[in-house]
């Protein structure tokens, strides 16, 4: 028999959310970059007033393919119930969150930027919050109900 696609408990839910807003922002970034760089409060700079060695939209579209790739695997993982991968996630997006700080603070980046750095924090804390709460109460994600045995994933 087929394995059932779900999404199961709390924590997958907050790995579907971020996969599915890192996608969407993904595909946004690819169809247009511009929106992506006057979001984040980068100084907009026409295309036909960049230099030819300006590849700053390269750059950007680059990332958006990283970011619509990354929502793909989020999604998958929170459908599929990879529990071993929502624990790898809190750590590095803990990492992002200090690095795209750094960025805004040593003055590399506008303000701005740090709204990336505090999704990246609370979603790293939404999940490492699911994760803790799944595994003290009992719930398997699993069976969706109390885990007796209180098994790891």
């Known amino acids: 028999m087929p394995k059932k696609l779900k999404v199961q408990g709390p924590a997958s839910w907050t ?3 971020f996969g599915v807003i890192a996608f969407l922002l993904g595909i946004v970034g690819i169809i247009n970059p511009e929106f992506i760089l006057r979001t984040l409060g980068f100084e907009f700079v026409a295309r036909a007033n960049r230099a030819n060695s300006d590849y700053t939209l390269v750059f950007i579209v680059a990332s958006s393919m990283a970011s619509l790739n990354m929502g793909v695997y ?40 740090l709204g990336i750095a505090a999704w990246e924090l609370s979603g790293a804390i939404a999940t490492g919050i699911a994760l803790y709460y799944e595994k003290k109460s009992g719930i398997d994600p699993m069976a969706g109900s109390p885990n007796v045995a209180k098994n790891e994933a």
Request: charged share 5%.
């Open 74 to 113: 989020y999604i998958l993982a929170a459908i599929n119930n990879v529990r071993k991968f929502y624990g790898w996630t809190v750590p590095f997006r803990c990492l992002t969150f200090i690095v795209f700080s750094t960025v805004v603070l040593s003055g590399n980046a506008p303000i701005m930027f």
């Open 15 to 17: 790995i579907l959310i």
